[in-house]
């Protein structure tokens, strides 16, 4: 079975702080895809990215950056100087093997205070 | 990227009555598509994977008489709530891939249920 853990329910940070949100997934499956989703007040699912189990290398994208480590299972999302608009909160999904069926962990909601 | 819609965004209902909540494809087709209900700062939860020209599969625990979902075409499939009661009132995605492989889903905006 497959299984996201956020253990971060909540966590609020004063603008222009880094944070790390953390992931840890489970699987044996040895082909799996790990998703960040950003959910707004507004309700709307906002994908952030997309890596598949063959792909350990980090990512970067502007403010925002991953930390994918098979070794622990982990697939950490960092927001570098963090900003109001950040405030969210934040979904870790895995897709394993030829499942159709996205898992989502329980959430992190991130405040970020001005 | 794709693009899927949900309509309405927000429906408030009465106790008793049914609503129905659509989900299209606007720009490709989909032979699957999957409805999730999230309650309030709660995660997202499958309720059951809508299948094209066949019946849905439903999640452990998810009631298929109350939640009926038809897949009528390539583009649209719909969540019917019947009998709503209070505690059905949740925000409701529906998700789709826009190929067979089913790590590239998009969703939906969300429909906002409440039942008074």
């Known amino acids: 079975a497959q299984k996201v853990t956020q253990a971060q329910t909540e966590i609020s940070v004063v603008e222009k702080e880094d944070v790390t949100l953390d992931c840890v997934y489970e699987t044996r499956d040895t082909t799996y895809y790990l998703f960040w989703y950003k959910q707004p007040p507004s309700g709307e699912l906002v994908f952030l990215i997309r890596r598949n189990s063959f792909d350990e290398q980090n990512e970067i994208s502007g403010r925002y950056s991953w930390n994918f480590q098979k070794s622990t299972s982990s697939f950490n999302f960092t927001i570098t100087a963090s900003q109001v608009v950040d405030s969210a909160v934040y979904f870790c999904a895995l897709i394993a093997g030829g499942s159709e069926k996205l898992v989502f962990g329980k959430g992190t909601k991130l405040t970020v205070n001005p | 990227g794709a693009v899927v819609s949900q309509h309405p965004s927000r429906v408030i209902c009465k106790s008793g009555t049914s609503v129905k909540i659509e989900c299209r494809s606007l720009?490709?087709?989909?032979?699957?598509m999957f409805w999730y209900r999230q309650f309030p700062k709660k995660s997202l939860m499958l309720m059951a994977t809508?299948?094209?020209?066949?019946?849905?599969?439903?999640e452990q625990g998810v009631e298929k008489d109350k939640f009926l979902i038809n897949h009528a075409s390539l583009t649209l499939s719909t969540l019917t709530v019947t009998s709503a009661h209070p505690e059905d009132s949740s925000f409701y995605i529906c998700?789709?891939?826009?190929?067979?492989?089913?790590?590239?889903?998009?969703f939906g905006p969300g429909t906002r249920l409440t039942v008074t």
């Open positions: 720009d490709f087709q989909a032979t699957t």
């Open positions: 998700s789709a891939p826009k190929t067979a492989n089913y790590y590239e889903q998009y």
């Open positions: 809508s299948n094209e020209g066949s019946k849905a599969t439903y």
